[in-house]
């Protein structure tokens, strides 16, 4: 059985909005885009880079499926480019159509919820899901998501989009491991705390 992996950037505020340039996501006027370059390091990079190996698919949004596809095929020198080319990519979106332009791309236009159960009865490596806030926040109000590696940052914003707005759903989560970077970022992944393979919640 696959599980739902989601990996993110996040500010010690909770923010997850346009970790990566500047203009990656103006929505709401906001101004802080690319907050998390400074803090790359080479420890960031072997956990991240861990972290891929161990990937079997991509599950994206909408809109972060078209920002990686309008930046990172055009990137060389770097680890990322040729996984996230050959990695089967599922695109979660109401107004997309195929064929998808991004080469290993299909297309989940309907039930997301029931397509992504259908996913997680599939054998084989886990499926990560990279920004995507809302369909985060759809994948944990259903109890979907097996785990959280959150980039935690140590720079507060005060404004943004948020990994987990007011209005979510309530889950108790574990700790089940952390890395600390040479530039202060917690690298903290949690598992939600079920109480049987059930999953239900305490």
């Given at each position: ?13 909770g ?9 990656e996501d103006?929505r ?17 990079g ?10 079997g ?22 680890p990322?480019?040729e ?6 990519k599922?695109?979660?979106s109401?107004t997309?159509d195929e064929p998808?332009p ?7 236009p ?6 992504v ?10 499926i990560?899901?990279l920004?995507?806030?809302e369909?985060?926040q759809?994948?944990?109000r ?13 720079v ?12 979510g759903?309530f ?18 992944t949690y ?12």
């Amino acid at each position: 059985m696959a599980r739902i992996i989601v990996t993110n950037n996040v500010t010690l505020d909770g923010v997850m909005q346009a970790p990566g340039r500047a203009d990656e996501d103006r929505r709401g006027g906001f101004e802080h885009g690319g907050w998390a370059l400074p803090y790359n390091d080479d420890v960031m990079g072997r956990v991240m880079g861990e972290s891929m190996a161990g990937t079997g698919s991509l599950l994206l949004g909408r809109r972060t499926y078209q920002d990686f596809h309008a930046f990172w095929p055009q990137q060389t020198g770097n680890p990322f480019t040729e996984v996230l080319n050959k990695t089967q990519k599922y695109v979660v979106s109401t107004t997309l159509d195929e064929p998808l332009p991004w080469e290993n791309s299909t297309l989940i236009p309907g039930d997301v919820v029931a397509a992504v159960s259908k996913l997680k009865q599939q054998p084989g490596k886990d499926i990560a899901v990279l920004g995507s806030g809302e369909l985060i926040q759809t994948l944990a109000r259903q109890d979907l998501v097996d785990q959280y590696t959150l980039l935690i940052h140590p720079v507060l914003l005060e404004s943004g989009r948020r990994l987990f707005p007011d209005g979510g759903t309530f889950a108790s989560l574990r700790l089940a491991d952390t890395v600390t970077t040479t530039t202060g970022v917690m690298i903290a992944t949690y598992q939600p705390a079920r109480t049987h393979p059930a999953h239900s919640r305490r």
